[in-house]
């Protein structure tokens, strides 16, 4: 048979030149047919081993899942007590204090705190000279607080954190004793500071204060740091708020009217015009600081 009819079964056209029983093909001829199929490669190319591996996933046999291991807490170490020292900073300065944990279950602790803070008017600024020398313009009264706190403490996302960060959130509060003292010599009732007038340091004027009675709180979000759970070191980032029903009177109640004022020092207050003395702050009742919170001591 002749080769031209062995390959037009395959319907590929061929062209004859030449001998009576032979068919020659010119190189356009296989280059033409080389184009139709080469496409058509390229693709079982490609799909041969994405087939393969796909086999090969199917076949694939998942490992088994560990088992979750359970966070640790105080009690897995028959901890049930703890004391610690804290150091606060606030706008109103730093307040120390300390603080008794005790355990109540794996994720809460319940505290008793102690603190010793000053409380101050947001709108105070202070000045100081080249000599040291302090001074806070319109300050009337100081604010020394004593806040006895009862709190609680929740783990937060235990199955999630590491035992070595132990998320927690805070909140407490209680009543707050505080101790109110002048800031300057007022004896003659002026309501301000005469021009000239020094007020005094920090370690006077005691005897002319009073105890009140107000109440404290605190929110806020901490960690507990470090694998031992013996350790008791933790940061806490929160809000703090004293509250004072009768009010302080932080500031200067009153200003003088330099239209009117008299500066003369020995001049009685009641014998000022009577426009020379006008009204200025007023009570405040509400103090409150953004705060973080330092605590280092030991659990038992």
Avoid: C
Avoid at 118 to 136: A, L, S
């Amino acid at each position: 048979m002749k080769i031209q009819q062995i390959l037009s079964f395959a319907s590929i056209p061929f062209r004859q030149v030449g001998f009576q029983n032979f068919a020659i093909y010119t190189i356009s001829d296989i280059m033409m047919h080389t184009r139709f199929f080469l496409p058509i490669v390229i693709l079982m190319l490609i799909m041969i081993p994405v087939a393969v591996l796909q086999a090969q996933e199917q076949e694939r046999v998942e490992p088994e899942l560990a088992d979750a291991v359970a966070p640790l807490s105080y009690l897995d170490f028959d901890i049930r007590n703890g004391a610690g020292f804290r150091i606060q900073l606030n706008n109103f300065g730093f307040a120390i204090g300390g603080e008794y944990h005790r355990v109540l279950s794996r994720n809460t602790k319940g505290l008793i705190e102690l603190q010793i803070t000053n409380v101050r008017d947001e709108n105070e600024q202070t000045f100081q000279n080249f000599w040291g020398y302090t001074v806070i313009p319109n300050k009337y009264n100081r604010i020394m607080a004593f806040p006895v706190n009862l709190g609680v403490q929740r783990r937060l996302f235990a199955n999630q954190l590491s035992d070595n960060f132990r998320l927690f959130m805070h909140l407490s509060g209680g009543p707050s004793p505080a101790y109110v003292y002048p800031y300057f010599d007022d004896s003659r009732g002026y309501g301000f500071r005469l021009q000239g007038q020094q007020n005094y340091d920090q370690f006077q004027g005691w005897g002319e204060g009073e105890f009140i009675l107000g109440a404290s709180g605190q929110i806020s979000i901490g960690a507990n740091t470090g694998g031992d759970f013996g350790n008791l070191q933790s940061v806490r980032i929160g809000y703090h708020f004293q509250y004072f029903p009768d009010g302080v009177q932080v500031m200067e109640p009153n200003r003088p009217n330099f239209e009117y004022f008299d500066p003369n020092p020995w001049l009685d207050p009641a014998d000022q015009h009577p426009d020379a003395i006008l009204p200025a702050a007023s009570k405040q009742f509400f103090f409150g600081t953004p705060h973080i919170t330092f605590v280092f001591g030991s659990m038992w």
